[in-house]
């Protein structure tokens, strides 16, 4: 994909080089982190809210001229077909406007007062600050809208922010950046950066830096928490296993759609799409089943193509890996109702399995990838159980039409989030987002963000005049 100097960017559906941009080197990685730490340092040079508004409408207002052409670029660079890419590209307008519409929510509060004799004659209040220099590394999936939720949230708090999308998927992060510079963002406070992940490593872990955003691996992501700076917060939003319990009385033609949508949106590349459903017995094989030949049904290929519903996984050793895990659960017993094979180098079939292994790969990690496992089961509690064996909680969900069930599901499921009779990949950007235990730390959601990139400071006032 690249060597020391440059990052060559591929179409993930047909290997094609799209552009070439350059790597930046120790000294440049230096440079944008000596700017933003400049800015924040000198408070006179921080930008007041009316500004930060202005210049957000006018981000809005720009992007809104180039759908199409973010569109095209974020389905080119990322695989998620064209129309699920535009329905990302609204998103991502519709959040630079939460942000923005945020921004004088971000206040403090009037703390009491006078009501021991050691408070008496004081008057006291906070007000949020931004937090400082915030560092984002962002993932592949959403390769705009999840920089709207790293990178504009920081600018509407106030902070000077440097981002580093994926390798795979850097040129949305280049059309934004084009946006900010023509909205009249000043210069250095929002700053992009292509370098190596050692490179990335130092960044991050910067002193100067006070918040780290990182969307990724597990793997990566507690690794660069273990390294952060004394006094540096961060959010993590890691992968999860999206269990959903299904009783024998959930309404059937209403769930099937929102079950295969949420299992098969962006050939299952979501941290929080439909992996594992737990079905009760009597339904599980009929449920399962008619998933299949709704599976069978959608068009799997270019991304560019308005008719296409599932695109390419973002690398052809992603297409090896789900094979070999299909086949491993295959070969141990689950029972296959449709797909289980790679239609070409870089797109594998939707895919269907029925009671596989419990310590099957499918069953025991994460899948991104076009797979969705069913399960059958006779005790919900066991079910519940199941589900939460997991190290993975991100977002789950339960369909039944009994209310005393769907709230018990609700509270026993171990996730941040759960949706009744509704699909694990459900998410509004105005709610709160992000994973726990394993699957992260702290909370995404643009209100819940910029909230996390400020800090309170009390300012108790003391006068004789005062009661």
């Not at 990052?7 to 930046?24: A, C, G, H, K, N």
């Not at 597990?218 to 993590?236: D, I, M, N």
């Not at 689950?334 to 596989?356: H, M, Q, W």
Request: hydrophobic content about 40%.
């Amino acid at each position: 994909m690249s060597n020391q100097q440059q990052l060559e960017v591929f179409s993930p559906y047909d290997r094609s080089l799209i552009e070439t941009l350059p790597f930046m080197d120790e000294g440049q990685i230096e440079n944008a982190l000596s700017t933003a730490y400049t800015l924040f340092s000198d408070q006179s040079k921080w930008l007041p809210a009316h500004k930060r508004i202005a210049i957000l409408e006018k981000v809005r207002d720009i992007m809104e001229g180039k759908v199409e052409a973010l569109t095209k670029s974020a389905a080119g660079e990322g695989g998620k077909p064209y129309k699920d890419s535009k329905v990302e590209v609204l998103r991502a307008i519709n959040g630079v406007k939460i942000a923005t519409e945020e921004i004088p929510q971000l206040m403090g509060e009037q703390i009491p007062m006078g009501i021991t004799e050691s408070s008496v004659n004081r008057l006291a209040f906070t007000m949020r600050e931004p937090i400082g220099v915030v560092v984002s590394i962002s993932a592949f999936n959403h390769p705009l809208n999840l920089l709207i939720h790293q990178t504009i949230t920081a600018f509407a708090a106030g902070c000077p922010v440097i981002i580093k999308p994926a390798g795979t998927t850097p040129l949305s992060c280049k059309a934004l950046m084009e946006i900010l510079e023509e909205a009249g963002v000043p210069e250095g406070w929002v700053q992009m950066v292509l370098c190596s992940n050692e490179l990335a490593e130092k960044l991050a872990t910067d002193k100067r830096v006070n918040y780290l955003s990182f969307i990724g691996s597990e793997r990566v992501g507690w690794y660069l928490k273990s390294k952060l700076a004394p006094g540096t917060r961060c959010a993590l939003e890691h992968g999860g296993t999206a269990p959903v319990i299904v009783e024998a009385d959930a309404d059937h033609e209403d769930m099937l759609p929102l079950l295969v949508k949420g299992g098969f949106y962006h050939a299952g590349q979501v941290c929080v799409s439909v992996q594992k459903v737990y079905a009760h017995k009597d339904i599980a094989k009929k449920l399962a089943t008619d998933m299949a030949e709704e599976a069978k049904k959608l068009k799997v290929g270019d991304p560019l193509k308005e008719d296409t519903e599932v695109g390419p996984l973002i690398r052809p050793e992603e297409v090896d890996r789900v094979e070999e895990w299909v086949k491993e659960a295959v070969d141990a017993g689950a029972e296959l109702l449709c797909g289980g094979k790679r239609i070409s180098d870089t797109c594998y079939a939707p895919t269907v399995l029925f009671n596989p292994p419990e310590d099957a790969k499918v069953s025991t990690q994460e899948i991104f990838g076009p797979v969705v496992c069913v399960y059958a089961y006779e005790d919900r509690e066991k079910a519940i159980k199941q589900a939460n064996r997991l190290e993975y909680h991100f977002q789950a969900a339960v369909f039944t039409k009994d209310i005393d069930v769907a709230l018990d599901t609700v509270r026993k499921l171990n996730a941040t989030a759960v949706m009744v009779n509704d699909q694990t990949a459900f998410r509004v950007d105005w709610m709160p987002f992000g994973g726990r235990d394993a699957s992260g730390e702290g909370l995404g959601g643009i209100p819940y963000s910029m909230h996390e990139m400020t800090r309170e400071k009390l300012m108790v006032f003391r006068s004789k005049l005062l009661p």
